[in-house]
């Protein structure tokens, strides 16, 4: 562009945009700079100002507005091309270092949301041994030079297993020391069979604990009956006690939220029983029992807006009161603590967890799939553990910075498309995110902007102290 275009007739500069998003949270104005992840609240009237300036880029403009613009690295000289950044460029598969290993598919409890349709995932078994140890072998020798492998051990109830995943640790360790690797060990339990020496052999062998626990007892119980449909709370509630109790800083909580009025119950007997050491998530489809895309009746996750909302202010008012109690209560629900996170310095995100990527699911009979949840999935198989893994380049090189209505999408470098899993439940598309997950996910994100302002440098200190604020994209993705 010529200097004699690029100014108007009473000698103002032409100001392109790059690309922005704006909105107005509990009163204050808040800009985004989409591309480069710089957020500031302004002035009372600049987003009238971005308006203006996007629909002619002579508008007028004060200095205060130019200074805001080169503060939030808005504005070009040039004229900026429609849509996001370009997709990065291709990269080749990883190596795996993280896996969800399906010692028993099948489970002591029916859980009325349970992805895995009863935790059989299409095909009830145990794995062997043989499987177990060869799995153990395949993940150390795909490694490379990464030197930290994670195994979870899942199902189904990984404890219906417990010898095998004992025998699976031992042989871990010795195969991992002999190749000059380590491991980090989890068990994703539904607690009923945890009693005191099981907890004592998780405490002895560092083995962290991932465990469903859907807050008050007549809602676990309705979630989350035995087998013989019975409560599971009695007995859940007395082990779960326990296990907070012997490994206070190795137990972690998950709530499934099957019907949207639960969750502020669920947060409030989650966040007194143990701190800080919670999530939550929205029941997902079962791939299982119907056709992807049959997510109706599932309750919708921007029914959770509005309480985040709420607990974000309960929040910054417990961090001000420095009500360590408080802030541990609601730190962790939607993981907004990881909103915080993601908003310090920092570049877009990639991916919004290691499907396919890093992280695999390995079923009883050592078929590898994409992740946990997709196990028993014949189109989500990635390999097995005797002969490696195949073609991941749709995990590893995802479309979701090529097609709509992720690649224009504002909230895209934090989001990144969301969980395929959960796509697929939803809309019948692993790439296609429901409205009801983008309206959530950007509430999420503003709401985590105006937090990112609400606190000072100090709060923030001592939310990543405490440990209360993590990046954690998927509980089961070490
Ligand atoms: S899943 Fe929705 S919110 Fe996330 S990037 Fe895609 S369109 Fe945006
Ligand atoms: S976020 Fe979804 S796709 Fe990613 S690992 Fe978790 S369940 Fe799988």
Redesign the pocket.
Known sequence: MTEDKAMSEGGRRALYLRPWHAFVYDGHEYVLNTGRLLTRRVRPGFIATLERLAADPLAPRTDDDELELFQLELASAEPVPVGMDEAPPPRTPPPITSINLMVAQRCNLRCIYCYGGGGEYGDAGMMSEATARRTVDWLIGQAGERTRLSISFFGGEPLLALPLVKSTVVYAREAAAAAGKSFGFAVCTNAMLLDDATIAYLKDNDIRALVGFDGPPEIHDRNRPRADGGPSSPVFLEHARRLTEEMPDAANFRATIWRSEDLPAVVDYLGRFCGGSYQTAFA?ACLHDGEPGQGEGLPSPADGIGFARESIAAFVDAVRRGDEAEVSRYARWLDFGAALALLGPQRPQRA????GSS?AGVGADGTLY?????VGSPEHVIGDVFAGTGDRDRFVNKPTFRTEPCASCWARPYCVG?????NLGATGDMFTPSDDWCRLVKAWIEGGIHLDHELTEGDKELLYEHKLVARR?????L
């Open positions: 997902a919004h967890c290691g499907v992280m994409a992740c946990h949840r997709f969301g969980c395929l899993h959960y994209p998927c509980p089961y993705d």
